[in-house]
């Protein structure tokens, strides 16, 4: 892994080298549209990412929630009803705030993720709870296996107290089938894993690039500027398709397109000191209409979970800021590998006052 700096800070982030590398060629004035393989093009500039993205609606394949499981299309009524359940459990969970005692200090994104897990579905069933486990994101091949096996036994139909909407629903909608069942169980992981991931990945990044923050900055600007740095989904793939090569000849009819937010996000034309993370910046822009800000997606079909992301994001911001959290002095190094998911790995997280103090 090769080393770049991008927070400004004293803080260094190793990258994977493929991303390091994307990272290096656009500083060095690279090319905004460019050939990754024979039949791959990326894609980081602005105007492009909004018409290529624009031009038609996603495949069902391409969509990272809802896209097939096992083969099987999940009905828009089934993809509704899921969200739904997620949803009334989000704001269940925001009702109150984090207790004093809850302590987030430790390993990031892992203590994060614990502490969403817990608090959305921690009185889930273990066979529910197992699949939203961290370790099965990698290899991410151990997903099906686990979806598979806790399908194997039919699932109890009488809620108990405590559990979530969404494992409610799922108990609902598993039938006695073992073939529809590993179909309700997939959908719950694909639904919860990523609300526990993504928030807990997102505020990761956020103490690695900005902690200990400045009072006076929001907590949503916080996060939209880490959306903007180190955005979570830094890549959106788009299959070959007859509209492309008509935007812009440098794409062949053969093409898959790589749209690379990553990029974008830090287009000097569009930022100054785009290296830099700076919160205050978002005071003046709208994070819904910025060219080249895409960390949702593009308008016409934006992620339906930001509205679950941002407030769990903030929940989670407002007791660390709370209990004076920051990356520990100790630690000047994070790596960022390559994977579907854009976070650094392992920060600590320490009290930088004593408590009291
Ligand atoms: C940090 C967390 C997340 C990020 C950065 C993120 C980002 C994105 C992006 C970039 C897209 C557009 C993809 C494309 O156009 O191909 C998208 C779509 C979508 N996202 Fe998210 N997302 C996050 C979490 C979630 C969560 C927790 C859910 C729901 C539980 C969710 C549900 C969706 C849905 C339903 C779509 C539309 C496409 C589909 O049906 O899969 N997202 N998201």
Not at 237 to 259: C, N
Request: proline residues 10%; contains cysteine.
């Amino acid at each position: 892994m090769s080393r770049s700096d991008t927070a400004g800070r004293a803080r260094v982030t190793i990258f994977a080298p493929q991303i390091d590398e994307l990272l290096r060629d656009r500083r060095d004035g690279g090319a905004r549209v460019f050939r990754v393989d024979g039949d791959t093009v990326a894609v980081a500039d602005p105007q492009l990412i909004d018409k290529l993205l624009g031009s038609r609606p996603a495949h069902e394949f391409e969509r990272p929630t809802f896209k097939p499981l096992h083969g099987r299309s999940i009905e828009r009524s089934e993809a509704t009803e899921a969200l739904q359940a997620v949803s009334r459990d989000v704001r269940a969970a925001l009702r109150d705030p984090l207790p004093d005692s809850v302590d987030l200090s430790g390993s990031w994104p892992r203590v994060g993720h614990a502490r969403l897990r817990a608090l959305l579905f921690g009185a889930d069933p273990r066979r529910l709870r197992l699949l939203t486990h961290r370790r099965l994101e990698s290899p991410p091949a151990l997903v099906p296996a686990a979806v598979r096996t806790s399908a194997i036994f039919p699932v109890g139909r009488t809620p108990r107290a405590g559990v979530s909407h969404l494992a409610t629903l799922t108990a609902a909608s598993a039938a006695a089938d073992p073939a529809n069942r590993r179909h309700a169980l997939g959908l719950y992981r694909r639904v919860a894993a990523p609300v526990c991931l993504g928030a807990s990945a997102l505020v990761a990044n956020a103490l690695w690039l900005g902690s200990p923050f400045d009072a006076d900055a929001s907590n949503r600007h916080i996060l939209l500027e880490t959306l903007r740095l180190l955005p979570p989904s830094w890549n959106i793939m788009r299959v070959a398709s007859p509209e492309f090569p008509t935007l812009d000849r440098r794409i062949g009819p053969g093409d898959d397109v790589l749209v690379l937010p990553l990029l974008s996000h830090r287009d000097p034309e569009l930022w100054p000191a785009p290296a830099d993370f700076h919160p205050e910046r978002w005071h003046d822009l709208d994070p819904d209409n910025h060219p080249g800000y895409f960390p949702f997606g593009h308008a016409t079909e934006r992620c339906r979970g930001r509205h679950l992301i941002l407030p769990l994001a903030e929940h989670l911001l407002d007791r660390i800021r709370a209990d004076s959290l920051a990356v520990s002095p100790h630690q000047t190094t994070t790596t960022i590998p390559l994977g579907p998911l854009l976070t650094v790995t392992r920060i600590h997280i320490t009290r930088t006052r004593p408590i009291g103090g």
